[in-house]
């Protein structure tokens, strides 16, 4: 292939391209890459377009030996860090080498990987303070606390409270990867949403109760049926109802309000709406946008100190999307919050 031909080819590739003769000058550019590099880049050395020393280096390299390269091109675009896979591919002409560059965005595959690494990091810290908590524990029950039995029996119910954190967060972690390993797949089963507020409004009462208040359900008296699996909106609603006893429940009772919506505009369908809404003390909202992000808290200890993982709402946002349905958080901060659920009913 004579590179005149090989520029109509890279006019057709849906990567940016570039051509570099062996006169180490531009000789083409694909129009992705007059996109990227500006539209002046044909004629001119590569060194003053590219810029990047392991762009450089691995060009200089293929120029040299005609052995092709890989090499990240870093930049930014509309202020977003951007990564690219550049193949350096030998191109000889007329017994002479050249070097074609396809760039590859590979963007979205680093911030997955950065997404995973953060993720990592956040269970292994979560993690790390009950077993601290425990391996001292440990430690002391068989030197100081030995033969200690007041001592040994304080010990043991904090070593059990800390494992029952451990376990909480393991319980949560596997669920919301269930959840999301599931999101594609539609729910068959038939339930009924009020006869599962109320099942999870009743396996919260001792909650509920220590903090001397109710329960309340509202709105449709009588069953409400629609697709949905009943594993995972019963968890939904334990989630939503035990944060706003938690967090809400000085504020008075929490309301679980079920009403029905033959044409609910969100769905753009027939729907059924649920709102847990409690009279406690509200969030900023400056939090609002990121309270469904896997472990964001917007007061850490206090979370902890009630026992929560920070990952209730990521569950409960999973769980709703798989359904096709919509979560809505509303809050006034020395009012309270409303945490709404949509679920289309055909
Ligand atoms: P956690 O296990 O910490 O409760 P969640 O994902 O369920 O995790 O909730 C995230 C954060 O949202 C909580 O730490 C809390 O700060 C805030 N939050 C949730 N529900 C309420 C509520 N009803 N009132 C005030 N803040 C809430």
Redesign the pocket.
Known sequence: MTPDNLESVMAGVPLPMILIGPDERIRAANSLAARKFGGDSVGRHYVTVLRQPTTLDAIEGVLRDGTPRQVKYLGTEARRETTFHVTCSPVAEAGRMGVLLCFEDVTHLEEAGQMRRDFVANVSHELRTPLTALIGFIETLRGAARDDPAARERFLDIMAREADRMNRLVRDLLQLSRVEGEERMRPTSTIDVRALAASAALSLKPVADKQGIAVVLAGEPGPVTLQADSDQMLQVFS??I???I???GCGGDVIVSITKDPADPSLRGPGVRID?I?R????DPV?LPR??ERF?????H???E???????????KHSVNRHRGRFRIE?TVGQ??C?SIVLPMA
């Open positions: 989630n939503l035990e944060n706003a938690k967090y809400g847990v409690d406690g003390p509200g969030i939090h309270l469904t964001y808290r917007v007061d850490g206090r979370s902890r009630m026992g929560g993982t920070g990952l209730g709402l990521a569950i409960v809050s309270g919050s945490f």
